[in-house]
């Protein structure tokens, strides 16, 4: 069978923060422009829009966004669809997009993503981000996101030696990394000190292991590879991409020191690009707690189960290091606003692989990954994107 | 652009009504097993999995819904999309089965919609249901559902002269089929005296006018064509599609006496299948509303602008007329579990061109037709449905 290769022409991406100052609809908008530009599409041009976002219902009383959005960027008519996959809406969203185009029925789509997770409570916002879990048997029984991730960690620390030191470092890094991405969250520098002596949230994570509540978007424009180059001298290939499921409850996993949908979705995506882990240049991956990004260097084959808290100790995933992860700061320090985190890994990695990244620019970056979670594992979306 | 045949090759679905003893994911497991069965694959064949629903994280405090409904089904790892378009959910996730199939992604791939509505109080669900409509501008103000409804009824009436009468016909048909089938919510026939000596909701528009709350689900198997008769001697071909927005708002439209987003999805599918409205046996349409489905036959093509109400009073969208709509008894009579509706269409159209409807059956009919809106008009989906 035959199938359309996609190139990514474009992408935007809004400040990531505490954004009381814009609403639901002004984020996207603003990432979506933004990503138009890039492009240098007209706006008319775009035939089609997938817009991920986790809970716009519940964060921001409006459900039915796709149209509310193609409005508003004055493109009312075209066929407009939200995905939601937790965390990973926005990697939802932009699969659908390459999907779409893939097919042949559209040739210039715009794919993104949006959170607004400020204007409720810290209480609502755990609550909220517990739906993604198995409601009726962990967030009922008060099992919170944090919860799970701390049992996983407990676990990995048990079985394979990992350290709370080693957890605080992925923080350390990413931290550092957020300083020079001038649309992160958090832009400072935080030490080993620092993490290691914060609240304890959800023993053994601590307050730094964690990611942050955040506002923001993040958008794309894709279309067929033999068009890309008319708009762009610099087009991205979608080289290739996997996507999976994990059984919804942690409960009703045999190992929970590694999430099985992080394996099968990137083991899809190496094969479809043709590639190997160790072929990678850099990667943004789903470090929604440090254990995760540990986890997760291990099950998308960057190292051996079990030594990603060495790969972390050693600096290999350092900008300079064997395989740099998370150069923009990650979820723990560019932000987290959750259904816009997949389609803004994809825009880092753009920015890398064009050599547009300034000051956190990693040399000679050719192939980069993406790495997108929701909940606990149950939705995994990777991403193998290339220069060409 | 090489682009797969797409047919359908089984659908289930539950029966709708208050059903109090069954869960979210109950609902949805049923009506996937009886489309598994129906269209004689193996649940191992399973790819990949569409799953619509409006708001489950509103209604059943569960988002993240695709990946719970894969494991609950036996097919944790493979790739769960939810999609949602309010109460065009359905027929979203529908077409991004159909384009994943076309890509040439996965070849066998379950779609479905389920929603579980009647947990919450009337007062809560008229508050989510207006989660679709453009909150901050609509919603906030207390504009309701049944409210925008009936403001474009009314404009319908002053403009075209359409009568309470008319509109209390389209209950009154739907109602009459809904008694042939089995899984409808209500399965009693009604009186035009009944109709309109019931009480007022939002003036014009009463009791008699407006759709069901109810639970459900419904599901559908899809394969390329080429495959299709590996699995059923009647396959039903997916001969043309079209999905567009309108104005999220009704305020920022020119003409409420029309919907947009039907007559420019419509067109499109219309143009795939390439056949055109008088060319269609048979339609479900979305009758959120009795002045809904009277728009959705002018929109649709079935006659011309503000003859809607004349063709239903002269009996042509009976079975039996010219046009025979909602022979499931529509929104109105089989139910509204607003995330099934869209699939649910789909599967009484495959019932109708296999011959297998029953009592309700369309003689003869070859080509039918389903029309999805989501909220007030702001998505529509429209499918084209051929038997071969």
């Keep these: 069978m035959y199938m359309r290769k996609v190139a990514i022409i474009g992408a935007g991406i809004t400040k990531f923060g505490e954004l009381w100052d814009k609403s639901l609809r002004e984020l996207f908008v603003e990432a979506a422009l933004k990503a138009v530009d890039d492009a240098n599409v007209d706006l008319k041009e775009i035939q089609a829009l997938y817009v991920g976002s986790m809970s716009p219902g519940l964060f921001a009383q409006q459900e039915h966004i796709a149209?509310?959005?193609?409005?508003?960027?004055g493109l009312t008519g075209i066929p407009a669809t939200r995905t939601e996959g937790a965390c990973a809406s926005g990697g939802l969203a932009f699969?659908?997009?390459?999907?779409?185009?893939?097919?042949?029925?559209?040739?210039?789509?715009?794919?993104?993503?949006?959170?607004?997770?400020?204007?409720?409570?810290?209480?609502?916002?755990?609550?909220?981000?517990?739906?993604?879990?198995?409601?009726?048997?962990?967030?009922?029984?008060?099992l919170t996101f944090v919860g799970e991730y701390a049992l996983m960690a407990r676990r990995h620390?048990?079985?394979?030696?990992?350290?709370?030191?080693?957890?605080?470092?992925?923080?350390?890094?990413?931290h550092r990394n957020a300083v020079k991405n001038p649309h992160a969250h958090l832009r400072r520098e935080v030490t080993l000190?620092?993490?290691?002596?914060?609240?304890?949230?959800?023993?053994?994570?601590?307050?730094?292991?964690?990611?942050?509540?955040?506002?923001?978007?993040a958008a794309a424009i894709i279309c067929p590879l033999e068009i890309a180059k008319k708009f762009t001298d610099t087009p991205i290939l979608v080289a290739g991409f996997g996507q999976a499921t994990e059984?919804?409850?942690?409960?009703?996993?045999?190992?929970?020191?590694?999430?099985?949908?992080?394996?099968?979705?990137?083991?899809?995506?190496?094969?479809?690009?043709?590639?190997?882990?160790?072929?990678?240049?850099?990667?943004?991956?789903?470090?929604?707690?440090?254990?995760?990004?540990?986890?997760?260097?291990?099950?998308?084959?960057?190292?051996?189960?079990?030594?990603?808290?060495?790969?972390?100790?050693?600096?290999?995933?350092?900008?300079?290091?064997?395989?740099?992860?998370?150069?923009?700061?990650g979820l723990k320090a560019?932000?987290?606003?959750?259904?816009?985190?997949?389609?803004?890994?994809?825009?880092?990695?753009?920015l890398q692989l064009r050599g547009e990244a300034g000051e956190r620019q990693v040399e000679g970056a050719e192939l980069g990954l993406t790495h997108n979670i929701?909940?606990?594992g149950g939705t995994c979306v990777v991403t193998i994107l290339k220069r060409l």
């Excluded at 260097?297 to 190292?303: A, I, K, P, R, S």
């Excluded at 560019?334 to 753009?350: C, L, R």
Aim: with cysteine; charged share 25%.
């Design 95 to 142: 699969l659908r997009g390459v999907m779409d185009v893939m097919s042949g029925l559209h040739d210039i789509v715009l794919v993104g993503g949006v959170e607004k997770m400020t204007d409720v409570t810290t209480e609502r916002c755990t609550y909220i981000l517990a739906t993604a879990s198995d409601q009726e048997y962990e967030a009922f029984h008060g």
């Design 193 to 217: 000190e620092t993490c290691l002596a914060s609240p304890m949230i959800a023993e053994p994570l601590q307050l730094f292991d964690c990611s942050l509540v955040s506002d923001g978007a």
């Design 67 to 73: 149209p509310l959005m193609a409005d508003y960027l």
């Design 374 to 376: 929701g909940g606990s």
């Design 157 to 174: 620390m048990y079985q394979y030696g990992t350290t709370k030191e080693q957890m605080a470092m992925v923080a350390v890094k990413n």
């Design 247 to 329: 059984s919804m409850a942690t409960h009703d996993r045999e190992d929970i020191t590694k999430l099985r949908s992080t394996i099968w979705a990137s083991q899809k995506a190496y094969k479809m690009a043709g590639v190997e882990p160790k072929d990678i240049d850099l990667a943004e991956v789903h470090d929604c707690f440090t254990i995760a990004e540990i986890m997760a260097y291990e099950d998308l084959g960057f190292c051996k189960k079990g030594e990603g808290g060495k790969l972390v100790e050693e600096g290999e995933t350092e900008i300079g290091g064997k395989i740099p992860v998370n150069t923009s700061g």
């Design 334 to 350: 560019k932000g987290h606003p959750v259904g816009a985190t997949g389609v803004a890994q994809i825009h880092e990695i753009v």
